[in-house]
């Protein structure tokens, strides 16, 4: 009974609860201020104009509190699990390096955790901003309309929760990824070129742009998947019918405004993470 109450202590001995908080600050203060750069990117039929359909898509979107709330809790949840994993792997010495292979495991499971706790708020915010039309002329075709946040949260057990979950999933390798570059050029500043790692904004855009790049198409999987207004069987039909109709060009529809939106918003992130955990 001593061993294994000796061990459960160790284990949460590793969550360090003030950088939930600084994530959370991160994530919301960052997503109020760029939340404009957001709605271009969704709303202005940049993922989610499909060419098969033809869908138009409304330029006003109410999700402002949901994705406040998803950003917020993401960053949040995603900084307690990765300094977790990273806390565990290194027994409490931070002088440990981890290297480029541990640091991308650490992401990678601290992202799984963070999209279980999140993606039903992503499906939220998605849903809303991607609303059309009048609730009447809505609602005579079969759909939910929803007027905020409360009220799309009673009506969630009537729809799908988990649209654009495998796709969210793959994108776990976009955070692995992103946070990997971010640490090892940090240490590269830190062991190689003996120069203090100030320039934290420069690492955190660049990094970004690396994992964005290479990852940007589930992006637009995710959000045609959580679109109520595509109907796709699944990830596979949703990635046949995006390439049958637009080809390569679907799959990064969006990218510029993505990039225009991203790169400041880890900057902030970032730079309001740092602040409250230094």
Excluded at 168 to 174: A, E, I, L, S, W
Excluded at 185 to 210: E, G, T, W
Excluded at 239 to 244: A, G, Q, V
Aim: aromatic letters at 14%.
């Amino acid at each position: 009974m001593k061993n294994s109450s000796k061990k459960n202590i160790s284990v949460f001995s590793h969550f360090k609860y003030e950088h939930l908080l600084a994530g959370i600050s991160g994530g919301a203060i960052s997503t109020l201020i760029l939340h404009p750069l957001d709605l271009m990117k969704i709303s202005k039929r940049w993922q989610n104009y499909d060419s098969s359909l033809g869908k138009k898509v409304l330029e006003d979107c109410t999700g402002v509190a949901p994705n406040v709330w998803g950003s917020g809790s993401a960053w949040g949840f995603y900084f307690l699990f990765l300094q977790f994993y990273k806390n565990w792997i290194q027994q409490g010495d931070t002088r440990y390096p981890l290297g480029p292979y541990l640091h991308m495991l650490a992401a990678a499971e601290a992202g799984v955790l963070t999209l279980l706790v999140t993606n039903p708020i992503w499906v939220v915010k998605t849903r809303l901003c991607l609303q059309y039309g009048n609730e009447d002329a809505y609602l005579s075709k079969g759909g939910q309309f929803y007027k905020g946040m409360s009220d799309r949260s009673s009506k969630f057990t009537e729809t799908k929760a988990s649209g654009g979950f495998v796709p969210g999933m793959f994108g776990v390798t976009h955070g692995a990824l992103q946070f990997m570059t971010y640490e090892e050029m940090k240490a590269f500043y830190n062991q190689y070129r003996k120069l203090p790692h100030d320039n934290k904004l420069v690492f955190a855009a660049v990094s970004k742009l690396i994992a964005a790049a290479a990852t940007y198409p589930y992006q637009v999987l995710r959000a045609r998947l959580q679109d109520q207004h595509h109907d796709y069987s699944g990830t596979w039909d949703c990635i046949k019918k995006t390439w049958k109709y637009e080809r390569m060009r679907g799959f990064y529809k969006g990218l510029a405004p993505y990039l225009l939106h991203v790169t400041p918003n880890i900057c902030l992130v970032m730079l309001i993470y740092e602040k409250f955990t230094t």
